[in-house]
């Protein structure tokens, strides 16, 4: 059995390199290394040199609008050119993030959507707090044609048809673990259509609770908890109860999906 993590940050100080040759052992093969402003984007890069299942994403993520240089996009459009593969994300929309500029988040998602579109890329959106602004411009722009990742989904139900019919996968994670989400784990199981499920650790980020660990990373410096790549193994058993199968049916099937979104 061979994992596939559809969004993740290995480039981040707080993994280890020996934590990902780690969840390698464990079972996670390729893994979706997401860039989130231009500051990492070549770490992202040499480590898709370093192993070609590291898997690489170039994007700005909505938290480094504000502090985007001047020309980041043509950066971008570069970046992607150098590597064929390579998907366009994390990019988004965040409501919540204090001191958020809509207007600025909206013209940055719209320029990695024209690229992703442009370059036939497969696209990772982080959306929070900000479903209604994104369904809108998904309604209204040509989409990319082999589709799109919405990371971590934390979205109403009534949304995923349209939402799958657009073009959309989406992400099983930690978050869904949580019991006060479990009105989304739900989803997983009777409504996120099977051909669309992905699973993510988005590590280091969303830790789960101690219960859904595999192994442990050390805290971040201000204490934060760090989640380790191969709770992923977690994720996916956790992924298989919620579907009802097992966990080798729940890999193969979110292997393949991965495979038909970012490419084998």
Not at 33 to 60: M, Q, T
Not at 92 to 118: S, T
Not at 130 to 142: F, N, S, T, V, W
Not at 176 to 189: C, G, S, Y
Request: aromatic share 8%; glycine share 6%; with cysteine.
């Amino acid at each position: 059995m061979e994992l596939r993590d559809a969004h993740c940050h290995y480039q981040f100080a707080e993994v280890p390199y020996a934590a990902v040759e780690q969840a390698r052992a464990d079972g996670v093969g390729q893994a979706m290394i997401n860039g989130s402003a231009p500051a990492d984007w070549e770490d992202v890069a040499a480590l898709g040199r370093r192993d070609p299942r590291n898997r690489v994403s170039f994007g700005l993520h909505p938290w480094d609008v504000p502090t985007a240089p001047e020309g980041w996009a043509e950066t971008l459009r570069t970046y992607l050119v150098a590597h064929p593969a390579a998907g366009v994300g994390e990019m988004g929309l965040d409501r919540w993030v204090k001191d958020f500029d809509p207007a600025a988040q909206e013209k940055a998602f719209r320029a990695q959507l024209a690229l992703a579109v442009e370059l036939d890329r497969a696209l990772t959106i982080h959306c929070v707090k900000a479903i209604g602004p994104l369904m809108d411009i998904l309604r209204a722009a040509a989409l990319p044609r082999r589709g799109f990742l919405l990371h971590s989904w934390n979205g109403p139900v009534e949304l995923v048809p349209e939402l799958a019919q657009l073009g959309a996968y989406f992400s099983f994670s930690a978050h869904h673990l949580i019991p006060r989400k479990a009105d989304l784990r739900v989803q997983f199981a009777v409504a996120i259509p099977r051909e669309r499920i992905l699973i993510e650790t988005d590590a280091p980020a969303l830790c789960p609770a101690p219960e859904f660990r595999l192994r442990e990373l050390a805290p971040a410096a201000d204490g934060t908890e760090q989640n380790h790549p191969s709770n992923l193994v977690r994720n996916n058993a956790e992924l298989a109860k919620t579907m009802g199968v097992t966990p080798e049916a729940s890999a193969a099937l979110t292997a393949a999906n991965f495979a038909r979104l970012f490419g084998a």
